[in-house]
């Protein structure tokens, strides 16, 4: 699966590149390439991966290059959501060798987190090939990454759940513990439908339930979707019972300690989404490096 960066995608690269290069650069510059590199110094690098996985992230480099010098050229060899096997050439810049050096930890820094993003993504889509589940990121991102970790989520296959708080209603356990101290006579369906009549019945609503008897209550009011927090695969097909005698159009969705171990077994239960926190809050990076080679 190919894909390319939005507008989106790009605003908040551009966000993090200012603010990566101003952690490096600070007021003084590159103090080491100050003292080796000439002014007129040309080089060539390709990024080149190291190991398996997915790629995610491509056009970095060249947001990078764009901030430091527009004079180095990228060109790309390779898409993101392609599969990289190790000596994979992904991109080849050019021009000065300075700035290549300057932005090479940035760049790297960037594609690396993507790259392990989409590669852990791909193994979970992987895992539970041939049901009818799909696995979605959460809301589990670095701080100002989101945007750009729920693109590599989707370069490794999976699906996005809601962006922010201000795209989705998902009430949560203390979402209802909240409420229920105001509405002590009231119960979960209440909560649902007082949420979906907030917005006009324009936006789908999600609850969070931890019990069959929750589930039950939630049915009544036939919200979207119900998220059904840590149960195992016996708990879960239970679930999908009472679901499809109370509400068949409301999807299922499972969450809570699924790893790649557990994730097939919970996808066989027949719940349509399963929600993963590790997709990027535990990625461990791709292994990728700058080759290269100087031009006078």
């Known amino acids: 699966m190919t894909i390319a960066f939005t507008e989106i995608q790009i605003a908040a690269a551009k966000n993090l590149i200012k603010l990566s290069l101003e952690e490096d650069l600070n007021q003084t510059g590159d103090l080491t390439c100050q003292a080796l590199i000439n002014e007129g110094d040309q080089g060539e690098i390709q990024i080149v991966s190291r190991e398996t996985g997915i790629l995610a992230g491509l056009p970095l480099a060249s947001l990078v290059f764009s901030e430091l010098n527009s004079e180095v050229k990228c060109t790309q060899h390779l898409s993101d959501g392609d599969t990289l096997e190790p000596g994979s050439i992904i991109s080849t810049c050019s021009g000065p060798l300075a700035s290549i050096l300057i932005g090479e930890r940035t760049i790297l820094n960037f594609m690396t987190h993507l790259c392990g993003v989409a590669s852990l993504t791909a193994k979970y889509v992987q895992a539970i090939q041939g049901t009818s589940a799909t696995i979605l990121d959460t809301r589990k991102t670095l701080p100002g990454w989101r945007i750009l970790e729920k693109y590599a989520v989707t370069a490794g296959g999976g699906t996005n759940h809601r962006i922010g708080l201000y795209d989705g209603i998902l009430i949560k356990d ?36 931890d019990t069959l008897d929750q589930l039950t209550d939630a049915m009544q009011a036939e ?61 461990v990076s791709l292994d990728l490096g700058f080759d290269w080679k100087q031009r006078t």
Do not use: C, F, Y
């Not at 229920?180 to 936006?203: C, L, Y």
């Not at 499809?244 to 409301?250: G, I, L, M, R």
């Open 174 to 209: 203390n979402h209802l513990a909240a409420w229920a101290a105001r509405n002590s006579d009231s119960t979960i369906a209440d909560a649902i439908r007082q949420a979906r009549d907030s917005v006009n019945g324009k936006k789908g609503i999600e609850v969070e339930v």
């Open 223 to 283: 919200p979207e979707i119900v998220l059904l927090d840590n149960m195992k695969p016996e708990t879960l097909k239970q679930a999908i019972q009472l679901r499809n005698e109370q509400s068949p159009t409301t999807l299922l969705e499972a969450s809570g300690g699924i790893n790649l171990e557990s994730v097939r077994s919970i996808a066989e239960t027949g719940v349509e989404r399963i929600s993963i926190g590790a997709l990027t809050h535990s990625a």
